[in-house]
């Protein structure tokens, strides 16, 4: 609701007459204090809490700007949905954004129309710190009408603007129909006398402190799910410690507030809130202090504290969080991923604890801090209690290479490794590997006696390990290859300091 009051002091100044963690969890995050301006940045929500930078959020030609409100599409998991939190005046409607989720490109999909008035002293405003997406293609945002009265005092001479009777209005935005902007817009009921009392309680703050506008409390993000088969929206009020819920968002949405017997351990602005597994939200703590970035587990009946405490490690930020429905565990547990540069290659290993319903995993890479990524390789993935892989990169760019892993899963979901990046410089190779196609055998051969603890490793087109021996003060080893399948492996040396990769044929 901070926007009503920036809306309304901007009025005031013109003349008298006139807010385990699933796999498919993301953030948009502006760092600092919210007057630093700075650009929004995608991460994804690890399942430790803490938050992984995807990249900047831009537009095609590299403007970049300020975003709330994440939702997603439903029918279409590469997409995100937010507003812009930064508007040209207090009355200004906010955007809706597409954002990509791998590249973090954003397409203005327009403005949002406000919730209707009835009278020529309404002033209605679209909340752009309140948005979710629902589970049938649909996104939810919220808006309010106030009436807005002038208060003129002659001794001493003032005037001020008094506002009164609430609506709050839920907006349904239906994301892939011809017109994604303008939302249906249904008026809730507010009768609830704990619900009436928040809202009450912050329009009497706005009236008493029109020239402050950075008043505190109220719902700042909500959540969707459903609760007993009715679709319902769900925030936790960090100020107040108290649940909000809007249940029965697409046909006549009414708002209730309980007080949880169980709250949460601080009193605070929770701006970023996100859906967890079996009946759970999760609640950001954007407020500063030591507690900023810590994660709360609730329940989303009850809105009590489960006890659980994560640290995104993000800080002070202005942004949002959201979960992709349906929400789930990660797929694999990545327990390594690390990139080395070789003599004339990059290679990339990683290893998994576990790995549910994995398909396989798609090597990307991109030359442009991250703008861009572009698959290079993939490796199938076949090892439900978990196995260590491997990749070479035989073409890569002099210069900075990032990479990273899509683990894809037999239902078509996708989720994303950490990004890792190598400075790879090109040198002349050192090591031979001979004859090469091979058929029954290969010999190794190094400049020189090989140090303690040098190594040669062997990897199938699969990334799986077929040999390994240790090559301790020797110059030229040989392998026999007579029971392996013809095909290509990559041939890995690590000797005096250095590691060399070179890619050995074998014919059948």
């Given amino acids: 609701m901070k926007n009503l009051l920036l809306i309304l002091g901007w009025l005031a100044t013109m ?142 001479p003032s005037f001020r603007i008094r506002v009164s009777n609430p609506r709050l209005y839920v907006g349904e935005l239906r994301l892939n129909s011809a017109d994604p902007t303008t939302p249906i817009w249904r008026r809730a009921d507010i009768s609830d006398p704990a619900t009436a009392a928040i809202i009450n309680n912050y329009l009497a703050a706005i009236n008493a402190n029109l020239t402050n506008p950075d008043l505190s409390g109220g719902p700042r993000d909500w959540v ?53 597994l079996d009946n759970t939200l999760y609640a950001v703590n954007t407020d500063g202090g030591p507690d900023a970035g810590q994660i709360y587990q609730i329940d989303a009946t009850t809105g009590n504290y489960l006890n659980v405490t994560l640290n995104s490690g993000t800080g002070l930020f202005r942004g949002d969080a959201t979960t992709v429905l349906p929400a789930r565990p990660l797929p694999v547990t990545l327990t390594r991923f690390e990139a080395r540069a070789e003599r004339a290659s990059v290679s990339l290993h990683w290893a998994t604890a576990t790995e549910i319903g994995t398909d396989n995993f798609r090597v990307e890479r991109s030359i442009d801090n991250g703008q861009t990524w572009a ?104 392998v026999t290859t007579q029971a392996w399948t013809p095909g290509v492996y990559h041939v890995r040396v690590s000797t005096n300091g250095r590691t060399e990769t070179q890619k050995l044929v074998i014919q059948p």
């Fill in 375 to 478: 698959a290079i390789g993939s490796v199938r993935a076949n090892a439900p209690q978990g196995r260590t892989y491997s990749f070479v990169d035989e073409a890569p760019q002099t210069g900075p290479n990032y990479y990273r892993l899509a683990i894809l899963d037999f239902d078509g979901s996708i989720a994303f490794s950490p990004i890792k990046s190598v400075d790879f410089q090109p040198a002349q190779q050192v090591v031979s590997v001979y004859p090469n196609p091979a058929q029954t055998y290969f010999a190794v051969e190094l400049p020189q006696l090989a140090a303690p603890g040098s190594t040669l490793q062997v990897h199938n087109s699969l990334g799986q390990q077929v040999w390994t021996q240790r090559l301790e003060g020797q110059r030229t080893v040989r």
């Fill in 15 to 156: 003349s008298p007459v006139l807010a385990q963690v699933p796999a498919s969890s993301f953030a948009v995050t502006s760092s600092g204090p919210a007057a630093q301006n700075n650009p929004s940045q995608l991460q994804r929500i690890l399942p430790d809490g803490t938050f992984q930078r995807i990249g900047p959020v831009a537009a095609t030609d590299g403007s970049e700007t300020i975003f709330d409100a994440l939702g997603f599409n439903s029918t279409d998991p590469t997409k995100l949905f937010a507003l812009n939190a930064r508007l040209a005046t207090p009355l200004s409607a906010p955007n809706l954004y597409q954002i990509d989720l791998e590249s973090g490109l954003t397409v203005n999909a327009g403005s949002i129309e406000s919730p209707p008035t009835s009278g020529f002293t309404d002033i209605s405003t679209t909340l752009n710190f309140l948005g979710t997406g629902g589970d049938n293609g649909n996104y939810f945002l919220a808006g309010l009408v106030v009436t807005a009265s002038p208060v003129i005092t002659i001794f001493p």
């Fill in 224 to 276: 969707f799910l459903r609760e007993n088969g009715s679709p319902t929206l769900k925030s936790y009020l960090g100020v107040e410690g108290q649940l909000l819920t809007v249940s029965n968002v697409t046909t006549s949405p009414v708002a209730r507030v309980i007080t949880p017997s169980v709250p949460l351990p601080v009193r605070a602005e929770l701006g970023a809130m996100f859906g967890g």
